[in-house]
């Protein structure tokens, strides 16, 4: 199963309410609950949410209910998935860096660079099935990589090149403004088009957002687990494994603590930092395992192993088998 973060749409329900529909009944309807929504960082089925925005469109009378959802938004869907990517040297570095990391955000998608001439496709493409059709997933998803872009590089989101390959919903000709006004439909590709330069440009560090950002996962991690330090500890250790930066100094900054005395405090809990680091390597291994969307290689790299031979001994030393046997038993 393809899965996304809530965080995808968020504004969904307020922006239905004001177009005149029914969100909770909306969500009810494709099987969800209004309470997967509270949390951004909460998994939905990719499938689910393509059916509501669908459903949403429909309900609403809105054929780009997907392109006004995205004008709604900016890049904070992506939660601090955008702000980790400001630090490489180039656009293109912080693209490649984007997609690798993308399927925190989701899975079942992903973003490729085409040549076109003296221009580079910046494309879009869904690996899930849907029978509903993907016309307002692609506008919102285009929509949102529109605001990514503007946020990495200072430009006006609507002054990109936009594609769509699905016909124009409003061929009348009605006045069009934000997104609508910047679109090439019945297009061969879903993405933005961009001169081959763009990518050479640097990306804009915004320290102060980063800084928000920590102080804001602190705040979640103080909520949902107040008082559980080991918690805390593993709910980050799982946020850094796939960047290969999850050392005991990056976890204690994060608490806004330093890294001897994050040591001291666990120390009296009776665990390591070592323990906890093994225990959500493997707990986040086995899911991977179990769901089978990625191979034992890049399974062991998104644990922070450079080698999945390495992985592979350390797995068989936790279960007894290997990766491939134990993902055997569990089908």
Sequence with gaps: ????????????????????GNPVELIHQVGLK???????????????????LESASEGCGHKQFGLLLAQRQDANVFGGLALSISQEPTVAAAISKFNRYLYLHATGVSLNLNPAGKDIQFGIEFLVSSAYGFNQLSQLSVGQMANFLSKMVGFDRYDFDIHLRQRDPDPTGSPKSGFRSCITYSSGFNGILLKKSFFEQKPRFDEVALQSHFSGYLQYLQKHYAGDLQNQVKDIIGQLLPSGECSI????????????VLQKKLKREGVSYRELLKETRLTVAEQYLKNGSLSITELALNLGYADVS????????????SPRAWRQKQC
């Design 1 to 20: 199963m393809y899965l996304v973060r809530t965080g995808a749409i968020t504004g969904f329900e307020t922006f239905v309410y004001e177009l005149g």
């Design 34 to 52: 209004p309470a997967q929504f509270r949390d951004p960082n909460t998994y939905i089925s990719y499938g689910k949410m393509i059916q509501l």
């Design 249 to 260: 100094e990056t976890v204690a900054e994060t608490l806004s603590l330093s890294a001897r």
């Design 310 to 321: 390495i992985f592979c001994r350390y797995f068989k030393a936790w279960t007894g088998c």
